[in-house]
């Protein structure tokens, strides 16, 4: 135990993901040791993302404004929405520049022994998007795990008679990995060979 | 660094920093362990597919101070792959694996709990019989493995010969007129024997029965589960039924 604010910055560390005591100790004695024009800026950062980054009213991607950038350009294809886990496996899919459509972000993967179904996900606002009649394809991306692929399959299931094709990216993705790890390359030829579930 | 080799069942996976996780899983012979398998989020990861809730897998570790190490893995079953596919067994399975890490102890060898999760997972996995009675019966026996097994016949309290009318969890079961505790409920005979048929592996007659009687079997076995297992499980609520 140190005192006071070193305690303090340890034990918020500490609460981050994938950061255990040691390593919050470790980043509390690096901030110690950084000039204050440094860990300002890292302030500003943190006091920033809170106050003007939300959640697109759209999509539930990240976004600064009501809608996100990706819902508010007028150039995205209406016509199809590609659902994923987080706002990160967004940026995973951009990257590859083969999807034009529009997205529909989870905030997760259905996992009951994590206390996790579909109501805690944003599974239900997905249904007054298809409601128009615009959407044509809803391509379900989520993680190649387990949780990821019954995910698909409830999705599936929920949308078998909403009358839009329903696709899951092409097997070849490698199963237990990460969406966001997965390379340009392999995540392009897997949406160009998604199948259809739902015929 | 002392190495070993054992059947295990994937319990539960965490993300352990940037590309590794944690894996829990249920050996065949030496309980509950927890392992560190190192870059299995990665793309190019040999062991990924075969590290998922729900595989029985053939793995190779080596002992550490405070997690193992997972060093080799080969499917033995890929139960996994076949539960994704219905979301009512999902929701089932990891039930089953929730309670399974609830009912056993890290190191403590409990072959018996190990080989019940194996036989309701595939039974699962090759659509046996309904999810919901696969977990159903699977719970009353891990139970029952666990050391607190109910019994659907004679009374719980004295062992009087049965068939009685009156239920109370905490008691343990089936009680007779004269045991039966303030508050016991009264199932219908069917439910008993349900249960009954459940606990003794009985499909004939587990196939067969009502809906009715299933639902009411259900909320029996899941306030016997809720009584024992101190925490609950999570998971329960979320389990889909027929
Ligand atoms: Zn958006
Ligand atoms: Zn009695």
């Not at chain 1, 590859?96 to 996790?116: K, N």
């Not at chain 2, 920093?17 to 362990?33: F, K, N, S, Y």
């Not at chain 2, 101070?65 to 539960?83: K, S």
């Not at chain 2, 969890?169 to 089936?174: E, I, R, S």
Request: aromatic share 6%; charged share 25%.
């Amino acid at each position: 135990m140190y005192e006071g604010a070193v305690q303090d910055l340890i034990d918020e560390l500490g609460r981050l993901p994938g950061v255990g005591p040691k390593s919050a100790q470790r980043i509390a004695f690096h901030l110690l040791q950084q000039d204050s024009e440094d860990v300002n800026r890292l302030v500003t950062a943190l006091t920033e993302v809170k106050a003007k980054v939300r959640f697109c009213e759209v999509c539930g991607n990240v976004a600064q404004a009501e809608r996100c950038r990706i819902c508010a350009d007028p150039r995205r294809d209406q016509t199809s929405i590609c659902v994923v886990e987080e706002p990160k496996d967004v940026v995973a899919i951009e990257r590859t520049r083969e999807f034009r459509g529009t997205y529909h972000v989870l905030g997760g993967a259905i996992s009951p022994i994590d206390g996790i179904g579909p109501d805690d996900l944003r599974v239900r606002e997905l249904m007054p998007r298809l409601a128009s009649g615009e959407v044509q394809e809803v391509i379900i991306a989520t993680d190649p795990n387990l949780e990821g692929e019954a995910t698909a399959t409830y999705l599936s299931r929920l949308l078998r008679d909403v009358g839009v094709t329903v696709t899951r990216l092409a097997s070849g993705l490698p199963v237990g990995g990460d969406l966001e790890y997965a390379d340009e390359v392999t995540l392009g030829r897997a949406f160009e060979g998604r199948r259809q579930v739902n015929a | 660094m002392p190495l070993y080799r054992d059947e295990a069942i994937v319990l539960r996976t965490h993300k352990l920093g940037e590309a590794d996780r944690i894996i829990t899983m249920l050996t065949r012979t030496r309980g509950r362990v927890r392992a560190v398998a190192k870059g299995v989020r990665r793309t190019k990861s040999r062991f990924g597919s075969r590290l998922e809730p729900g595989m029985v897998i053939d793995v190779q570790c080596y002992e550490g101070r405070n997690l193992d190490t997972v060093t080799q893995v080969e499917t033995l079953a890929p139960y996994g792959d076949a539960i994704a596919r219905d979301y009512a067994a999902y929701t089932c399975a990891t039930s089953m694996l929730e309670t399974a890490l609830q009912l056993t102890e890290e190191h403590e060898p409990q072959t018996q709990q190990y080989l019940l999760l194996a036989g309701a997972l595939r039974s699962l996995a090759e659509h046996s019989h309904d999810p919901g009675l696969v977990l159903d019966a699977y719970l009353l026996r891990s139970l029952a493995v666990a050391g607190w097994a109910p019994s659907f016949v004679d009374c719980a309290r004295c062992g009087a010969t049965g068939p009685h009318r009156a239920f109370n969890v905490q008691a343990g079961g089936a009680v007779c007129s004269i045991c039966r505790p303030p508050g016991s409920s009264a199932p219908a005979p069917e439910t008993f024997a349900l249960l009954a048929s459940l606990l003794a592996g009985d499909w004939e007659v587990a196939d067969a029965s009502d809906d009715r009687f299933r639902r009411q079997g259900n909320g029996l076995v899941s306030a016997f589960l809720q009584w024992h297992i101190e925490r609950g499980l999570r998971s329960l609520r979320l389990v889909e039924r027929a």
